[in-house]
T-cell receptor
C-alpha cells in the first residue's frame, strides 16, 4: 500500500534560519512526489514535484527537496525562512496506475518567529 | 487563465439533507479530483473523473457521489448528510490523465452540517 509519513506535525523556526520538513513515503511502484503548501483559508499550492528526473528538485519561493530512494525520503528544505512561509505543508505521493489519486501526509504546520 | 473555481464557498446544511458542490476546472483540463479535508482525518481522496468517466474512488460510503460533464465541470453530491460530513471539500484539476502531472486546487467549499 502507498502511504506518506510526515515526521513532524509542528516545526517552529526563527526568521532567517533554515527550514527542514521531513517526509517518508511507502510505495510499491515508482512514485511521483510533491510538496504542497496551504495558507489559512486558501487552497493548496504546489511548491515542487519529483517525477523521476533530477533527484534534487527546486521549487518556488526558494524551497527545494531531495528524493532519496534508498531512504524513501523526500524532505523539504529552505536555507532561510521568511515570515510569509508560515503555513501548513503537505507531502504528497501518487503512483503509476493510480491515475491522479493523491495520497497526502498528515501535514506539518510551520511557524516562523521574528 | 482562470483557476479552479468551486461554488459555493460556504454552505450550512441540516442532518439528513443532501448537498451538491460544483467545480469548474481550468480551461483545457480534463481530469477533476475531489478531496475531503478534516482536522481529524486530514486530506482524503474521494474520486477522480477523466472525460466524464470515474477512474478512481476512495473509501467513502455510497452517500458520496460525483459526476463530470462534457465540458469537464464536475459536481459532487452528498446525500443524507451526517455531522461528520462537515469538512472542507477541495477540487483539483489536471491537464491530462497522466500520472505525476501537477494538480491545481480550488479554494474549496466549506460544508457545515448542523
Amino acid at each position: 500500500a502507498q502511504s506518506v509519513t510526515q515526521l513532524d506535525s509542528h516545526v517552529s523556526v526563527s526568521e532567517g534560519t533554515p527550514v527542514l520538513l521531513r517526509c517518508n513515503y511507502s510505495s510499491s511502484y515508482s512514485p511521483s512526489l510533491f510538496w504542497y503548501v496551504q495558507h489559512p483559508n486558501k487552497g493548496l499550492q504546489l511548491l515542487l514535484k519529483y517525477t523521476s528526473a533530477a533527484t534534487l528538485v527546486k521549487g518556488i519561493n526558494g524551497f527545494e527537496a531531495e528524493f532519496k530512494k534508498s531512504e524513501t525520503s523526500f524532505h523539504l528544505t529552505k536555507p532561510s525562512a521568511h515570515m510569509s512561509d508560515a503555513a501548513e505543508y503537505f507531502c504528497v505521493v501518487t503512483f503509476s496506475g493510480g491515475y491522479n489519486k493523491l495520497i497526502f501526509g498528515a501535514g506539518t504546520r510551520l511557524a516562523v518567529h521574528p | 487563465k482562470a483557476g479552479v473555481t468551486q461554488t459555493p464557498r460556504y454552505l450550512i446544511k441540516t442532518r439528513g439533507q443532501q448537498v451538491t458542490l460544483s467545480c469548474s476546472p481550468i480551461s483545457g483540463h480534463r481530469s477533476v479530483s475531489w478531496y475531503q479535508q478534516t482536522p481529524g482525518q486530514g486530506l482524503q481522496f474521494l474520486f477522480e473523473y477523466f472525460s466524464e468517466t470515474q477512474r478512481n474512488k476512495g473509501n467513502f460510503p455510497g452517500r458520496f457521489s460525483g459526476r463530470q460533464f462534457s465540458n469537464s465541470r464536475s459536481e459532487m453530491n452528498v446525500s443524507t448528510l451526517e455531522l461528520g460530513d462537515s469538512a472542507l471539500y477541495l477540487c483539483a484539476s489536471s491537464p491530462q490523465g497522466a500520472e505525476g502531472t501537477e494538480a491545481f486546487f480550488g479554494q474549496g467549499t466549506r460544508l457545515t452540517v448542523v
